[in-house]
């Protein structure tokens, strides 16, 4: 059974620090794309950053560019976002998704999809 599970969502004040974690099972992680999606209320789910299966290139969404880093350990089959300077438009659920193609990272399409961890920041 596939399984992502995300972790590490909270409340945090404006220009504080979050640290998301998603645990994968049930597939190869080394062949997949991962990434992390939010969705904020009444809003569309987005793409907030990618990372490659092959060479670790990572990709990000133009608002979160410089403040979010995505990670990924294959040994552990663990994906990372380390969140920095947080605003209050950062607050949504968070979504870690995966995939076997490049149509993750190009185009936020996803095979697999975790629960999603919520995200709060306060001004």
């Known amino acids: 059974e596939v399984q992502l599970v995300e972790s590490g969502g909270g409340l945090v004040q404006a220009g504080g620090s979050l640290r998301l974690s998603c645990a994968a099972s049930?597939?190869?992680?080394?062949?997949?794309?991962v990434g992390w999606f939010r969705q904020a209320p009444g809003e569309e789910r987005e793409g907030v950053s990618c990372?490659?299966?092959?060479?670790?290139?990572?990709i990000y969404e133009d608002s979160v560019e410089g403040r979010f880093i995505i990670s990924r350990d294959n040994a552990k089959k663990m994906v990372y976002m380390q969140m920095n300077n947080l605003q209050p438009e950062d607050t949504a659920v968070y979504y870690c998704?995966?995939?076997?193609?490049?149509?993750?990272?190009?185009?936020?399409?996803?095979?697999?999809w975790g629960q999603g961890t919520q995200v709060t920041v306060s001004s």
């Open positions: 998704a995966a995939d076997p193609s490049d149509r993750l990272c190009r185009f936020g399409i996803s095979t697999y």
């Open positions: 049930g597939f190869i992680f080394d062949d997949y794309a």
């Open positions: 990372i490659s299966p092959s060479d670790g290139s990572t």
